[in-house]
C-alpha cells in the first residue's frame, strides 16, 4: 500500500511536472510574442515621431509663405492708395483746367465785345463794318487762340495780357484806353 501511493505520487508529480515545463514553454512563447509585438510599437512610435517632424516642417513652410504673402499684400495695398492719390490728383488737375478753359472762354467772349465796338478804315458805314465783323473772326478772337496755343497751360491773367499785347500789334493799335484818348491813330480806328 505505500509502494501504490509513493507509485501514484510519483505520477502525480510527474504530470505536474510535465504542467509546469507546457506552462514554462508557453509563458517563454507569450514573452517572445510581447518583445515582437513592443519591437513593432516602437518601430511604429519612430515613424510617428518622423511624420509629426514632417508636418512641423510644413506648418512652418506654411507661416513662412503666409508672412511673404502678408508683405506681397502689404506692399500692393500702399500701391493701390499710391494709385488712388494720383487719380484724385489728376481730377483736381482736370477740375482746374476746366474752370481756366471757362474763364477764358469768359475772357474771351468779354474781349470780342469790346474789339466788336470798333471798326477799321474812314470809308464804309457801320452795316459793312458790323457785316465784316460777323463773318471774319475778331482779331483780338486770333490773338487769345494764339496766345492759349502758345502757352496751353497759361493762367487767365496771362492769356489776356497776351491777348492784349496781341491786340496792340494789329495795325499798329493799341489798347482801348489809349484809343480813345487820342494817342492811337484815330483815322484807322473809330468807336461806334
Known sequence: ?????????????????????????????????????????????????DSIKDVVRMVSDIANAST?????LEEVNKALTQMDEVAQQNSALVEENAATARTLEQQSKLMDERVAAFRTGAAGNARSATA???????????????????QPMATPKRAVAASKHAGSKLNGGGSARAMRAGTVNNDDWKEF
Open 1 to 49: 500500500m505505500v509502494a501504490s501511493e509513493v507509485r501514484s505520487l510519483a505520477q502525480r508529480s510527474s504530470q505536474a511536472a510535465k504542467d509546469i515545463k507546457d506552462l514554462i514553454t508557453n509563458s517563454n512563447n507569450q514573452v517572445k510574442d510581447g518583445v515582437e509585438l513592443v519591437n513593432r510599437a516602437g518601430a511604429a512610435l519612430h515613424e510617428i515621431v
Open 132 to 150: 465784316a465783323n460777323r463773318a471774319a473772326p475778331a482779331p483780338a478772337t486770333k490773338a487769345v487762340a494764339a496766345a492759349a496755343r502758345a
Open 68 to 72: 511673404e504673402q502678408a508683405g506681397g
